[in-house]
């Protein structure tokens, strides 16, 4: 099966500081790869969409010069907070999807999130 | 906003299938249903996927109505580690493809 791993699985920072939290697919290349947050018993929200080689496309609402996405190879995206503060606590979670097309029957893996407490 | 709905939760004796609904009455022609499962504290794990066609794999099975306006997730044989959410998704094309979770159903496997 498709695996997707991150790193840090779990971060603690104090606010005003940066962390950056790593994903990448292991036994497979992902053109487009995607970041979730979700807090405490609610669903999964989609913040970008991340395609190897090009600017992130972010979701309304989300701050792109907060939220910064790099996807510098096809195995490897990065999501770093900015500047964190305590409402940025959540569960980080990014998703690769196995394919180059985009069409709708290429599946997305999911990796095992990293959690994220800003003090 | 997701374009599936699904009851809020479920139980399911252990041992017994688990027949989860999921109604996507607007679903188009070339939208694919996916269905992912979360386990408390860890990410989405993909389970099956499907156009028409009922579809089997080693997890699951995926029952889809002929009119494509509802499916139905089966788990054979229930386990305590089946306890979990379960999304039930449609891929948008209008939307890029990209995955929409709505709340999903809580399954609970009790034993």
């Known amino acids: 099966g498709a695996v997707v791993s991150q790193h840090p699985s779990r971060v603690i920072c104090k606010s005003g500081t940066s962390v950056k939290i790593e994903c990448r697919s292991l036994?497979?290349?992902?053109?487009?790869m995607f970041w979730y947050r979700q807090f405490p018993k609610q669903s999964l929200m989609l913040m970008a969409t991340?395609?190897?080689?090009?600017?992130?496309?972010?979701e309304q609402g989300v701050e792109k010069d907060k939220f910064l996405i790099n996807h510098a190879s096809l195995t490897l995206s990065t999501l770093t907070v900015t500047s964190a503060h305590p409402e940025d606590s959540s569960f980080y979670i990014c998703?690769?999807?196995?394919?180059?097309?985009?069409?709708?029957?290429?599946?997305?893996?999911f990796g095992p999130g990293t959690r994220l407490l800003v003090l | 906003d997701a374009k599936t709905t699904q009851p809020t939760s479920m139980d399911c004796a252990e041992g017994r299938a688990a027949n989860l609904p999921c109604n996507h009455s607007?679903?188009?022609?070339?939208?694919?249903v996916y269905w992912y499962r979360q386990i408390h504290s860890q990410g989405p794990q993909y389970i099956i996927h499907?156009?028409?066609n009922n579809e089997t794999n080693e997890m699951a099975s995926l029952i889809i109505t002929e009119d494509r306006k509802s499916s139905t997730l089966i788990l054979p044989h229930a386990t305590l580690r089946d306890t979990a959410v379960y999304y039930c998704?449609?891929?948008?094309?209008?939307?890029?493809?990209?995955?929409?979770f709505g709340a999903g159903t809580i399954l609970r496997v009790k034993s």
């Open positions: 998703s690769a999807r196995r394919g180059s097309g985009g069409a709708s029957w290429e599946t997305q893996y």
């Open positions: 991340s395609n190897e080689g090009s600017k992130a496309t972010y």
């Open positions: 998704i449609v891929r948008v094309e209008e939307y890029g493809n990209k995955l929409v």
């Open positions: 607007t679903i188009s022609g070339n939208e694919y």
């Open positions: 499907g156009l028409k």
């Open positions: 036994d497979f290349q992902a053109t487009t």
